[in-house]
């Protein structure tokens, strides 16, 4: 079957090999990959790829073959799946723990872009708490965890600010009920929940709009610059700040992949994908989710869709 595998090269990512079909374990599943969604903090894995890296978390498709535990969808059956890795592919070995039936309303395009920046976004608000009627901010807004935090956030009753680098790429948080600015010196605090991704500058300025008592919750550094933070200039600024770090990862994904699945059916969830194409643009289409010119989701395409 074909794979897509790392090359090592910034201009060109990955290239297809044809490897042999994945063999489940006893609690996997056999997907026919329909529809594959990569992630930013994926391309920067393919940089300098560990030897055996087989990209590709977020996978929608068919069940052609059962879990030999008797666990998970019979053969026949759409599903979305958070693979720990091999999704770039024809066909993925997927746990049962991380999948979730797709109903006959959800195209395997959406559900491609919903794993795992949909559960990053489940597990945040989670680990933040009920939202209603705080002051939220969120930096580095404009990505797929981003879009699905302010549609979430909203919808439960917070008053969002999100900071996105270019106006282009806040329109579709407005327009999801987020006030939108283009530096966080310009987000006006205090606010009682800072959702924060970018490191680097950003954060301590971030901090600095926290009221007192305030959480900050740390996860991501995208800008890959590290923090720097000083004792005194906190005395300054907001008193008593709880900073958390947060990662999302953690099987099982099953229950927040169904639970995101209801969402977008119930119409409470729309995912955002900016760009859609046939995976033979896998490279070209990496380089640009790295360099930020990509809003939101991307999909790429093995063949037929549901």
Known sequence: MRRLIP?????????????????????E???????????????????????????????????VQEAADGTGPAIGTRVVGHPAHGGWAEYAAVPTHSLAVLPDG??????????????????????????AGLRVLLTGASGGVGHYVTELAVGAGAEVTAVTATP????RLAELG??????????????DIVLESTGGPDLPVALSKVRPGGTLVWFGQASRTPVTLDFFRLLGGPERVTIRHFHYAGAPYASDLAALVGLVERGRLHPEIGRIADWTETADTLVDLR??????????LTGETR
Do not use: M, Y
């Not at 990569?38 to 996978?59: A, C, M, Q, S």
């Not at 282009?168 to 329109?171: F, I, K, N, S, V």
């Open 7 to 27: 090359t090592g090269e910034a201009a060109r990512p990955v290239a297809f090999a044809e490897l042999p079909q994945p063999v489940p374990e006893p609690g």
């Open 29 to 63: 599943a056999l997907v026919k990959v329909e529809a594959f969604s990569p992630n930013r903090g994926e391309t920067f894995l393919l940089e300098h790829p560990r030897p055996g890296l087989l990209p590709g978390k977020d996978v929608a498709g068919l069940v």
């Open 106 to 131: 959800l195209d395997s395009v959406r559900a491609a872009a919903l794993p795992l920046a949909g559960i990053t976004a489940l597990r945040l608000l989670r680990t933040a708490g009920s939202p």
């Open 168 to 171: 282009a790429r806040g329109e």
């Open 178 to 191: 987020a006030r939108v600015v283009h530096d966080v010196a310009a987000a006006q605090g205090p606010f």
């Open 291 to 300: 360099e930020r010119r990509i809003r939101g989701k991307a999909v790429l």
